[in-house]
C-alpha cells in the first residue's frame, strides 16, 4: 500500500512537473548526444562512399587506360594512324624543336665560354 | 586646421585597425617568401599584393570586395503629388493633357522616385513628355529618378478621349527601386564568389598538362585515389570539431593540393571561408617541400626509397587523343557533380593532344591561364579583410589543412606499399606522395628525396603519373562533396 501510495504521488501532475525540470538539462543533453552521434555517422557515412567513389571513378579509368592499347591494336589493323593528318601542327612542333636545339647549342657554348674566361682570369692573376 | 583634421578623418590611418595591420604584414610575408624563397610566386605575389590592397580601410567608401551591387525597394517619402486636366471637360474625339507633378518637400535627396498613373475609361495615350526620367506607356510608371529638396518634376500625359466618363486619372506615388553598384574589386571577385575563375584555370592546366606517363601505367593512377584519403578524414574531422557540412566539405578539399578546386568548392559551399580556405590551400602547396618529405621518409624504409621503376613506355598520338574524351566520359558518367572541372580540364588537354587546335591550346596554357591566374590570386588576397580573415576558425582551418595535407601524403605512401604486397613490378612507395595534386612540386619532392638515397635514380616521369591523376582526384571528390553537401 505504501508503494502504490508513493507511486501515486510521484505521478501527481505537479511533481510530474518538477520531475520534468529536473531532468530538463539531462534531457537537453541527452537529446544533443544523439544528434552529434547522428551527424558524426553521416559525416562518416559520405566520408566513406566519397572516398569510394573517387576509387570506383579511378578504377575504372586504370582499366580503360590499360585495355586501351590492346583496343588501339586492334583498330591500327582497319585503321593504321596516319602521320600526314596533322601537317601544320608538325611543322610548328618541327620549329619548336628546332628553336629548342639552337637554344641548347647556345647554351653550351655559353658555358664552355664562361669556363674559359674564368680560367683565363684565374691563370691571369 | 579643421580642413586638416577633416583630411586627415578620411585618410586610411584614421581608420587602420590592428587587424588590417596584421593582415598587410601577412600580404608583405608572402610577398616576400615569393621572392626570396621561390614559393609558390605566380600566386604569392598576386594574393600577397591583394592582402594588402583589401586591407587598406577606406572610410565610408565601399571599395572592398564584399561591397557587391545590390537592389533595393525605396519607400516614398516627404513628396507630394498634383495634377491638372486641360481642356477640364472634354467630349469625345478631343484631345486632353494631363499634367502631373511630383516635388520634394523634404530637406533631403529624394532617390529612385517613382508615380503611377492610370487613366481613366475610354482615354488612350497618344504621347507624352517629360522633364526628367522615364515612362512607360504600358505600366503607367514614371521613373522620375532623383528629386533635391525643394525640386520637382513633371509629367505631361497627351491623351484622346473617345468615351466621356466619370472616371478620374488616377495618380499615386509607388515605392522605387535603386540599384546600388557594387565596387570594382567585387566585381573582379565575382570570379571566384561565381566559381568563374577555377574551371578556367583547368583548361589551361589541361592544356598544359601531358598525361603520357599516366598512360604509360595504369597502375599508378590509383594513387592518386589514395591521397583523397585527406579530403575525407579531414572533412570528417571538421565536423567532429562543429563545422557544419558545407563548411567541412570546403576545408576537407584542402588536402586535395589543389588551389583551383578548394577556391571551387568553397565558393559554392562556404563561401564566407574562401579566404582563409584558398590561402591556406596555396600556402600548404607552396610548403610542398617542407610537409612531405618527412613523412615519407617516416613511412618507408631505405631499401623500399632505393626502388628503381621501369622506364615508361612509348604511348601513341592515338591514346593520348582518345584519352580525354573518354576520361570526362568516365568520370563524370559515375561522378557527374566533377562536369564543371573535369569538362574544362580534359577539354584543355584535347586542345594539346588534339594537334589541330594547337593555337588555342597555346593560349589556354599561357595568355588565359596567366591573365585568370592574376585575377583570381589578386581578388582572393583582396578578400581576406582582417575583420573577416583573423578570426579562431581561419587558425582551425589552417591546423585541418596542414593535417589534410600530411594525411593526402601519408595515404599515397601506404597505399603503394599496400599495392607492392600483389605486384611483382614494384613501385617505389615514394611515388605515392605524388597523388596529392600540387603539379609538378609534389612530384619534384618524390624526385629529390628518392635522389638523395639513389642519385642515379629518376622517379621524376613516374611521379608524375599519380600527380595528375591526383588532379583528377581531387576534382572528382570536390564533385563528390559539392552533389552532396548543396
Known amino acids: 500500500m505504501e508503494f502504490s501510495g508513493f507511486y501515486l504521488l510521484l505521478f501527481e501532475s505537479e511533481s510530474v512537473d518538477i520531475m520534468t525540470e529536473l531532468l530538463q538539462p539531462f534531457l537537453a543533453q541527452a537529446t544533443a548526444a544523439v544528434d552529434r552521434s547522428e551527424e558524426l555517422a553521416r559525416g562518416g557515412t559520405i566520408a566513406v562512399v566519397g572516398l569510394l567513389i573517387v576509387f570506383l571513378v579511378l578504377i575504372f579509368l586504370c582499366l580503360f587506360i590499360a585495355s586501351l592499347p590492346k583496343v588501339l591494336d586492334l583498330v591500327q589493323r582497319v585503321l593504321p594512324e596516319s602521320e600526314e593528318h596533322y601537317p601544320i601542327a608538325h611543322e610548328e612542333q618541327d620549329e619548336d624543336a628546332e628553336l629548342e636545339l639552337l637554344a641548347a647549342i647556345g647554351f653550351v657554348l655559353h658555358t664552355e665560354f664562361q669556363k674559359q674566361v674564368s680560367a683565363g682570369s684565374n691563370s691571369g692573376s | ?486
Open chain 2, 1 to 486: 586646421m579643421g580642413i586638416f583634421s577633416e583630411f586627415l578623418q578620411t585618410t586610411g590611418f584614421a581608420s587602420m585597425t590592428l587587424g588590417n595591420l596584421i593582415m598587410i604584414v601577412i600580404g608583405i610575408v608572402f610577398i616576400s617568401l615569393a621572392i626570396i624563397k621561390d614559393y609558390e610566386p605566380l600566386l604569392l605575389v598576386p594574393i600577397g599584393m591583394g592582402a594588402v590592397v583589401g586591407n587598406i580601410p577606406i572610410p565610408g567608401m565601399p571599395m572592398s570586395v564584399y561591397d557587391t551591387e545590390s537592389w533595393s525597394i525605396v519607400e516614398p517619402a516627404n513628396l507630394s503629388l498634383s495634377q491638372t486636366m486641360s481642356p477640364p471637360d472634354p467630349e469625345a474625339g478631343q484631345d486632353v493633357t494631363y499634367t502631373i507633378a511630383v516635388r520634394n518637400d523634404g530637406k533631403d535627396l529624394a532617390t529612385a522616385v517613382s508615380v503611377m498613373d492610370q487613366l481613366p475609361k475610354g482615354v488612350t495615350l497618344q504621347g507624352f513628355t517629360a522633364s526628367q526620367g522615364a515612362f512607360d506607356g504600358l505600366t503607367g510608371i514614371w521613373n522620375v529618378g532623383e528629386l533635391s529638396a525643394g525640386d520637382d518634376a513633371v509629367l505631361s500625359l497627351e491623351s484622346l478621349v473617345s468615351e466621356p466618363s466619370d472616371d478620374a486619372n488616377v495618380v499615386k506615388l509607388v515605392p522605387g527601386v535603386r540599384f546600388t553598384p557594387g565596387s570594382v574589386l567585387s566585381y573582379l571577385y565575382a570570379g571566384v564568389s561565381l566559381g568563374i575563375y577555377p574551371p578556367l584555370i583547368f583548361l589551361g592546366i589541361g592544356a598544359m598538362t601531358d598525361f603520357s606517363t599516366m598512360l604509360s601505367n595504369s597502375k599508378l593512377v590509383l594513387l592518386g585515389a589514395a591521397a583523397q584519403v585527406g579530403v575525407f578524414l579531414t572533412f570528417f574531422g571538421a565536423i567532429y570539431l562543429g563545422f557544419t557540412f558545407p563548411e567541412a566539405g570546403a576545408i576537407g578539399i584542402i588536402g586535395g593540393a589543389d588551389g583551383p578546386t578548394a577556391i571551387f568548392l568553397a565558393s559554392q559551399l562556404a563561401p564566407h571561408l574562401l579566404g582563409a580556405i584558398a590561402i591556406a590551400a596555396y600556402s600548404y602547396m607552396a610548403l610542398v617541400p617542407v610537409i612531405q618529405p618527412p613523412i615519407m621518409r617516416l613511412l618507408t624504409t631505405k631499401e623500399e626509397r632505393l626502388i628503381r621503376m621501369a622506364p615508361p613506355r612509348k604511348v601513341s598520338k592515338r591514346e593520348k587523343m582518345i584519352f580525354p574524351v573518354a576520361a570526362f566520359l568516365i568520370s563524370t558518367l559515375i561522378a557527374p557533380g566533377a562536369v564543371v572541372l573535369l569538362g574544362m580540364l580534359f577539354f584543355g588537354n584535347l586542345l594539346k593532344e588534339s594537334l589541330v587546335t594547337e593555337r588555342l591550346a597555346a593560349t589556354a596554357r599561357t595568355a588565359m591561364i596567366d591573365i585568370v591566374t592574376i585575377l583570381l590570386g589578386f581578388s582572393v588576397g583582396a578578400s581576406t579583410k582582417a575583420d573577416t580573415f583573423l578570426t579562431p576558425q581561419s587558425l582551425q582551418i589552417f591546423g585541418l589543412g596542414a593535417l589534410s595535407f600530411a594525411i593526402a601524403t601519408a595515404g599515397g605512401v601506404l597505399f603503394a606499399k599496400l599495392m607492392n604486397m600483389f605486384l611483382t613490378e614494384k613501385i617505389n612507395p615514394l611515388v605515392g606522395a605524388a597523388g596529392v595534386s600540387a603539379v609538378p612540386d609534389s612530384a619534384r619532392v618524390v624526385q629529390m628525396v628518392g635522389q638523395q638515397e639513389d642519385p642515379h635514380n629518376f622517379l621524376l616521369m613516374h611521379a608524375m603519373a599519380p600527380n595528375v591523376a591526383g588532379v583528377v582526384g581531387s576534382a572528382i571528390a570536390a564533385g563528390v562533396l559539392w552533389s552532396v553537401l548543396t
